[in-house]
Nanobody, 128 residues
Framework: QVQLVESGGGLVQAGDSLRLSCAAS????????MGWFRQAPGKEREFVAT????????YYADSVKGRFTISRNNANNTVYLHINSLKPEDTAVYYC?????????????????????WGQGTQVTVSS
């Protein structure tokens, strides 16, 4: 059974930092692009960041560029989202996702429909 389990969320103050983790089990995703998405209350899920399986290519939503960094450790089957300078508008449930198929080393995916496996999410709440 494939599982993606996010952790690291919590209640923080504006300006704080967090590191979200997503641990995969049941299969390895060393050849798959990975991504982070988020869903704020009353809003649709939105793309946050994606990383190629090699780690050589990343892409971010404009709203998080310069503050968020996605990384991965294929040996541990884990992907991370480092968040700096948190803002109240970053409040959301953060989900990690794994692409459906092995891809070229620089392949990244922004569209959530390209992701087959999803975690249950971790809540990030930022107070002002």
């Amino acid at each position: 059974q494939v599982q993606l389990v996010e952790s690291g969320g919590g209640l923080v103050q504006a300006g704080d930092s967090l590191r979200l983790s997503c641990a995969a089990s049941g299969r390895t995703f060393g050849s798959h692009a990975m991504g982070w998405f988020r869903q704020a209350p009353g809003k649709e899920r939105e793309f946050v960041a994606t990383i190629s399986w090699s780690g050589s290519n990343t892409y971010y939503a404009d709203s998080v560029k310069g503050r968020f960094t996605i990384s991965r450790n294929n040996a541990n089957n884990t992907v991370y989202l480092h968040i700096n300078s948190l803002k109240p508008e970053d409040t959301a449930v953060y989900y990690c996702a794994a692409d459906s198929h092995p891809r070229p080393s620089t392949y990244i995916a922004i569209n959530d429909r390209l992701y087959e496996y999803w975690g249950q999410g971790t809540q990030v709440t930022v107070s002002s």
